[in-house]
């Protein structure tokens, strides 16, 4: 027998002797099958499917065609696409304006994607170190998650919640795709030796508090300076794209400067332009058309894909 320690007490060791800890024995043969970190997931199904793509489940009642649920057109959109996309991105919002029902929905989609195939919820939560747990929590253990996006804005204790479930991997917002990021992201911090921008900071915030391996950044691609600095300065570390698409980023530069070496470490979002492509009955085929031509640009542009 082995003993599995909870996730959430990983990063503190110096406590393991502490007696406040249950150790729960767990059988050998049941190691096997312990969920694989998120790093590891992920590069797997990019390789699986060759593909860096990141389908937004976004589900807006306005423009999904009529006489289907939530769940039901979900559920259509990933049976057409699980084979063409290395993760599935959920943002939250769409879910929680539904009310429990949404909720449930949210839930329910979550089961509908293969296991192995990363699932991001995109919550962008933020706040301070006990609330934080709180929503780890629900990211992380009630919805099972792969991995999250956080807010940074108040400092690494509204952060270290989330890193401290070692397996599941965390996007601190860094440079965001929308037009008003630059109110604050661009400005002008005083650091030693001169000034840089806030968004800078943030990204070496990251790289400093990743000790555990987990966190990632959230880097649009409305904003390819920036995000050539970034993969740059921090070419390993995972990058969260959003931008393509409705957002109109620009697609080769994006996989020129972002993608990582490797280009396994590497997720570009597009959603509207994906799920939306048809608004009528064959939304479904539609999706798989549009995801099946991002993947292909996509790999066009890589100067190699993982063997």
């Known amino acids: 027998m082995l003993c599995l320690l909870d996730s959430t007490t990983a990063a503190n060791p110096q406590q393991l002797n502490s007696g406040r800890y249950n150790l729960t024995p767990i059988p050998v043969a049941d190691i096997i099958n312990l969920p694989m970190d998120f790093i590891t997931k992920l590069k797997k199904a990019i390789k699986k499917n060759s593909s860096l793509v990141c389908i937004g489940l976004d589900p807006d009642l306005e423009r999904m065609p009529t006489g289907l649920s939530v769940a039901e057109f979900n559920k259509a959109i990933i049976e057409a696409t699980a084979d063409l996309v290395g993760a599935y991105k959920l943002n939250l919002a769409f879910y929680e304006v539904l009310g429990i029902e949404g909720l449930e929905t949210l839930m329910q989609t979550i089961k509908y994607i293969p296991e192995d195939i990363l699932v991001i919820g995109d919550a962008k939560r933020g706040d301070i170190a006990n609330t934080a747990r709180a929503y780890a929590k629900t990211v992380f253990t009630n919805f099972n998650f792969d991995?999250?996006?956080?807010?940074?804005?108040?400092?690494?204790?509204?952060?270290?919640?989330?890193?401290?479930?070692?397996?599941?991997?965390?996007?601190?917002?860094?440079?965001?795709?929308?037009?008003?990021?630059?109110?604050?992201?661009?400005?002008?911090?005083?650091?030693?030796?001169?000034?840089?921008?806030?968004?800078?900071?943030?990204?070496?915030?990251?790289?400093?508090?990743?000790?555990?391996?987990?966190?990632?950044?959230?880097?649009?691609?409305?904003?390819?300076?920036?995000?050539?600095?970034?993969?740059?300065?921090?070419?390993?570390?995972?990058?969260?794209?959003?931008?393509?698409?409705?957002?109109?980023?620009?697609?080769?530069?994006?996989?020129?400067y972002g993608v990582d070496r490797q280009a396994e470490r590497t997720i570009i979002n597009s959603s509207r332009q994906i799920i939306y492509a048809s608004l009528e009955k064959d939304f479904a085929q539609a999706a798989r058309q549009a995801a099946s031509s991002l993947r292909e640009e996509i790999n066009r542009h890589l100067p190699t894909l993982p063997a």
């Open 147 to 256: 991995a999250t996006t956080v807010n940074p804005y108040l400092g690494f204790d509204s952060i270290e919640p989330f890193i401290q479930y070692r397996d599941k991997g965390v996007f601190l917002l860094c440079r965001t795709s929308n037009s008003g990021a630059a109110d604050f992201q661009d400005l002008p911090c005083q650091v030693a030796g001169g000034t840089r921008p806030l968004f800078e900071i943030v990204a070496a915030r990251a790289n400093e508090w990743n000790t555990n391996g987990n966190i990632g950044l959230v880097v649009g691609a409305t904003y390819i300076e920036e995000l050539r600095r970034i993969r740059q300065s921090y070419p390993d570390i995972p990058l969260l794209i959003p931008g393509i698409g409705a957002q109109g980023g620009d697609l080769p530069k994006v996989v020129s």
